[in-house]
């Protein structure tokens, strides 16, 4: 019997072990755990390098719609609709309130004092009613736009103003639009401008 103390001891610790790492490997991710995996693109804690948009400090209910737009191919993108299909409904909720919780820091960045000024003009004829307070205001519908990088502000405008590239949002497909190629550049840099 005492010989078969040894491998049996043996035998118990590793099941044991086993069933310790099966047990913590059960266990769901937390959010910032699936949140660093954004972290390749859009920097630590979601704090990205030019021209990656910034994402720290965007509304929960806004990063979760945009998140199942990608997922559910609503919305074009080259990879974060590959991305977005790997989490399930929950964990995009997860990672949205992890980014949520984080403040907004604009970064610093070279703007042409002009453009900014022509951009403010078009802010206030076409687009003030939805981003309020000069770009800052958000909610499910409308994301902070205000002190984004505006290289990537300028990417997006003009994802909206080709001509038959589908967008989510069909009214922003519609003011946009009739600007220039010159108004797009001036809006980016008057909302980069606002902090």
Known sequence: MSRLRGPVTTLVAGLVAGLTC???????????NLSNNCAGCHGTNGYSAKPMPIIAG???????????QFKNGERPSTIMGRLAKGYT?????DIAAFFSSQIWKSPEQELDPAKIEKG???HEEKCATCHRDNGRFQ?????RIAGQ???YLEFVLQEYWRVGRKMPNRFMTIVVQPLTSSDI???SHFY????
């Not at 099966?22 to 910032?32: D, G, I, N, R, T």
């Not at 965007?58 to 199942?68: A, D």
């Open 139 to 143: 909610n499910a519908e409308t994301p």
């Open 185 to 187: 550049s001036a809006l």
């Open 58 to 68: 965007l509304s929960q209910p806004y990063f979760s719609r945009v998140l199942r």
């Open 192 to 195: 980069a401008s606002m902090k």
């Open 89 to 93: 409904d929950a964990e995009i909720d």
């Open 120 to 122: 403010r003009k078009i």
């Open 149 to 151: 990088w505006s290289r």
């Open 22 to 32: 099966v047990a913590a490997q059960a266990e769901p991710p937390s959010a910032p």
